[in-house]
């Protein structure tokens, strides 16, 4: 049975029909716009949370410290080197290496993960049995000569092992350590090595290391008896081998705090390139820029050169991906460093 309605009844209905319509297509896209707005509100909260629980709880900064900075040779034009401290020219061998709180710079605390030596040399080099001590020290050089027991006195043992005999020349040797050391930012570190091999197994060209001009920083004792040397060692004046240390920085210990003023970066969080604005730095006409992901890697790095009222330096980022990094800045003696937020 088919109902017809009348003409005015029928208007009514469709009206009512294209008013609810209208009214639930709005309603639709109006929910629609709130949750899309909703949604993106929440991603910018959770990418904010995210970046202050990567302040609060990110792991410390691995970074590479080099003493001198650069790796300076003695002279560039004639590198010296000496077979100290992993040699075994000698049966038992024994170093000793003052490096003063004031050529780390001041970058605060350090655990020390590994120690490196630069080789200038390698001329069938022998696997060799090693001990590796590390101590605080308030000395800056060794005034008189002493025993290899006084220089242990008090020093950790961080390695007891074997060094390597596959070397490559112009290269690190590194050696994990055992046992990481904490080392307190403001004392001087004395590094003592000791090679027990017990006969001279090498030539005197097997293993040389780059060294540096310092003056009574470098103690060496060797016996090529059946028994290490307990005598009085012979303390150098013209070099020191370069050492390098794998560390985890102490998040604490990060300061932007940098010559006359701060080390800033805009704009942070950065994309593409942010400009890093380095302060006026006493007596340092260049700058080192690093740049650390969240666990310790050497993402980028890049010299600059220092003017007298501060140096605006671009840092570019392409090729990152989106987190956090830690940027530090090496000026002469002094470091600085900033978290920078790169959002790509």
Do not use: H
Not at 119 to 127: A, D, M
Not at 202 to 212: H, P, T, V, Y
Not at 248 to 273: E, R
């Amino acid at each position: 049975m088919l109902l017809i309605l009348p003409p005015q009844l029928s208007i009514q209905v469709y009206l009512t029909f294209i008013f609810k319509s209208t009214f639930f297509s709005f309603m639709l896209s109006f929910c629609y716009e709130n949750a899309r707005q909703l949604a993106a509100r929440l991603r910018r909260q959770a990418s904010l949370l995210t970046t202050v629980a990567a302040l609060l709880y990110a792991p410390a900064v691995r970074a590479q410290v080099t003493v001198p900075s650069g790796n300076p040779p003695t002279n560039p034009t004639a590198p010296a080197f000496t077979r100290q401290p992993l040699s075994c020219y000698a049966g038992f061998e024994r170093s000793a290496m003052i490096y003063t709180a004031a050529e780390f710079g001041s970058r605060g605390s350090f655990t020390f993960n590994s120690i490196g030596f630069y080789l200038e040399s390698v001329q069938n080099p022998y696997t060799t049995p090693a001990k590796i001590y590390l101590k605080a020290t308030s000395a800056t050089e060794f005034m008189t000569a002493t025993t290899v027991a006084d220089e242990e006195a008090g020093a950790t043992l961080v390695y007891d092992g074997l060094v390597p005999s596959n070397l490559t020349v112009y290269s690190w040797l590194t050696i994990p350590l055992s046992t990481p050391f904490t080392y307190d930012g403001t004392s001087n570190l004395e590094v003592i090595v000791e090679t027990n091999a017990g006969l001279s197994f090498e030539n005197i060209l097997a293993k040389g290391f780059r060294g540096s001009r310092q003056v009574n920083r470098f103690q060496t004792w060797e016996s090529d008896d059946t028994a290490p040397p307990t005598g009085l060692g012979v303390v150098s004046r013209t070099i020191r081998p370069n050492i390098q240390f794998s560390s985890t920085g102490v998040l604490s210990s990060i300061s932007s705090a940098l010559g006359q003023g701060q080390l800033t970066a805009f704009p942070n969080p950065g994309q593409g390139t942010v400009q890093v604005s380095i302060p006026p730095v006493a007596g340092a006409r260049s700058a080192t820029l690093s740049l650390f992901n969240s666990l310790g890697q050497l993402v980028r790095t890049r010299a600059v050169a220092l003017a007298a009222p501060g140096t605006q330096a671009p840092l570019p980022l392409a090729g990152l991906a989106s987190g956090l990094y830690t940027l530090r800045v090496q000026a002469g003696t002094e470091t600085a460093a900033l978290r920078l937020t790169v959002d790509q």
